[in-house]
């Protein structure tokens, strides 16, 4: 009996403990708080890996064709060079978008009251390197926009 | 005694039932936008720069590909709290 006793306490301690700190009414409110918190930046990757998607798979695309297109065609060497410029634009912008992923989802452990400076220190940082990413994809459009264009312009006769 | 160790065994119930429920709306913010691409039209083997309807083609391609990409993309997620 005496050990029935002693399993069924040990047992109730930490349920209760776990109960009272769930039905807590402040408690409850950081919770609240913290799942907003979370749903947000779950939001924000959300939206920006479609975009990142869709630039990678635009670069890819038009490196892989204008390779071929320069493959073709004499004197491509300047297109050739432009395209691998693109392709070392095109993996750097991945790499930098999955360390500002990696930062965001970071700051995650931090939303639930633990530590706000470091929240939004990890936030800030990860605002930075999305700036950075950003860079990197609009200089990739421009290479194409302009020196590839151009490239593929002296191609003519 | 065996009343008391009843209804610690009644609280480790009502403890583990008030357990908080995982948030299932993070799940479903994931969706498959590949089929929205724009593919690129033109078979690049078919192409020759030297005649002048291929080349506009290929550059109307390629801005085709470009109009894909807003200079919004990548702005600032703004405040997060």
Known sequence: MKILVIVAMLLAVPALASAQSNTFPRERITDNACDRVNTRIETIISRYNDQKDRHIKRYEEIYQKLSSVAAKHDGSQKLKADLQKLNDLTKRFASEYTRFVDELRASQQF??????????????????????AKYIAVSAKELIRTDIKNDLQELKP | MKLFALVLIALFVVGCTNQPVPNATQSNVQQDLSSQYVNFEIDPDSLDLKDEQSYEKLISEIDKQLSDLPESDFEDFGEIN
Do not use: E, P
């Open chain 1, 111 to 132: 939303t639930c009251g633990k530590s706000d400076g470091q929240f939004r220190a990890k936030v800030a940082s990860s605002r930075a390197i999305l700036k950075q």
